[in-house]
């Protein structure tokens, strides 16, 4: 699911001012930047958008992220990955077992019939913790429409289930998360299953594939994103304390999605790697192949640690791990 960028990004960033216009219950005005600003780091949606996935459909992307702006779901649309338009909520309505107000981490994929499915974390009325569900809709922007009567994942004795996503493999369609276990003082593994081929349930036992074992990792790993590369799967993830700058994006490498998995040593993406451009960076998305390059798209706190607004960045392979490139003006300037 994961969505193309244009060949032309790079240049673009270095182009002439771009504009963000976000498109709201109340107006808020057109927010511009230099192209210096760009390339020092600067977001390309400077609004609170946390926990970023970003997918293509015929020739528009559509960002998903968690709520805020008065929506349980935020979506917004770009034709250029720089200016972006917020739509209205992607998830309006929440059934009953559901509590309001903590509606984070969507992943939105599209099905092979040309659906879309969403799988969002939300508070589960009971048990009370955050658990994963699952809402359909036929066009990518919404709305969206939780399915069933319950959670799709939400393992009580493991503290929960939150950031939702998914990776095809071998034409098998697979939901990755992790356990929730830092909210109980129990470990916190990404964990997968694979999923019914309309996306609404698992069909296999859950397996446990990674947790964190590292000292800058903290207390947690959490948003993993999968990807293939070669005849492996890379994958990264976030860790640490969202809440400031030790929350940062690791890496680790397999051959099948069981295992065994093998992290690379420190962070790929931080706040010391990237000079402070990026401030607690992570909950991030990857998009492989524009015009021979490949893109991360992230969150990361503005300066005054309010909001998380939504950057992208481009990546370096390094064997089979993506390194983000540090715009700098010299280097753009061509």
């Keep these: 699911m994961k969505s193309p960028r244009p060949a032309a990004l790079a240049s673009m960033l270095a182009a002439m001012m771009f504009s963000i216009t976000v498109t709201s ?12 600003l760009a390339i020092a780091g600067a977001p390309v949606l400077n609004v609170n ?56 981490a969507p992943e939105v994929t599209r099905l092979t019939d040309n659906s879309f499915v969403m799988y969002f974390t939300a508070t589960n009325f009971a048990p009370t913790l ?25 393992p009580e004795d493991q503290g929960g289930a939150i950031d939702a996503s998914t990776v095809v493999i071998d034409d098998v369609l697979y939901l990755v998360w992790k ?17 019914s081929p309309n996306g609404r349930s698992i069909t296999g036992d859950p ?8 000292d800058w990792e903290g207390a947690l790993i959490e948003a993993p994103t ?25 890496a680790a490498t397999a051959a099948s999605i069981d295992g065994p ?30 015009g021979g390059k490949d893109y991360i798209v992230f969150h990361a706190w503005d300066k005054d640690y309010t909001y998380r607004a939504l950057h992208v960045a481009e990546a370096d392979w390094d064997a089979d791990i993506p390194r983000i490139v540090i715009p700098t003006k010299q280097s753009n300037a061509h």
């Design 261 to 290: 998995w093998t992290k690379i040593v420190g962070p790929i993406l931080s706040t010391d790697i990237s000079g402070g451009r990026y401030r607690g960076p992570g909950g991030q998305d990857v998009v492989m192949d524009v």
């Design 226 to 250: 999968i990807v293939a590369r070669g005849s492996g799967l890379v994958m990264l993830y976030s860790a640490n304390s969202y809440g400031g700058d030790q929350y940062a994006v690791g």
């Design 49 to 104: 958008f946390a926990d970023p996935d970003v997918m293509k459909v015929d020739g528009t992307y559509f960002a998903y992220a968690t709520n805020d702006n008065n929506r349980n779901v935020q979506v917004a649309s770009s034709t250029d990955l720089l200016n972006w338009k917020v739509l209205p909520d992607a998830l309006p309505e929440l059934p009953s077992w559901i509590i309001p107000g903590k509606t984070w």
């Design 207 to 214: 397996i446990s594939i990674l947790k964190q074992t590292e």
């Design 25 to 36: 219950c109340t107006a808020v005005p057109v927010q511009s930047a230099p192209p210096e």
């Design 179 to 195: 356990n929730d276990g830092n909210c109980c003082e129990l470990d916190t593994w990404i964990q997968a299953a694979t999923l």
């Design 130 to 154: 955050q658990c994963i569900g699952v809402a359909t809709a036929t066009d990518p922007a919404g709305p969206f429409t939780v399915q069933g009567d319950a959670m799709i994942v939400c």
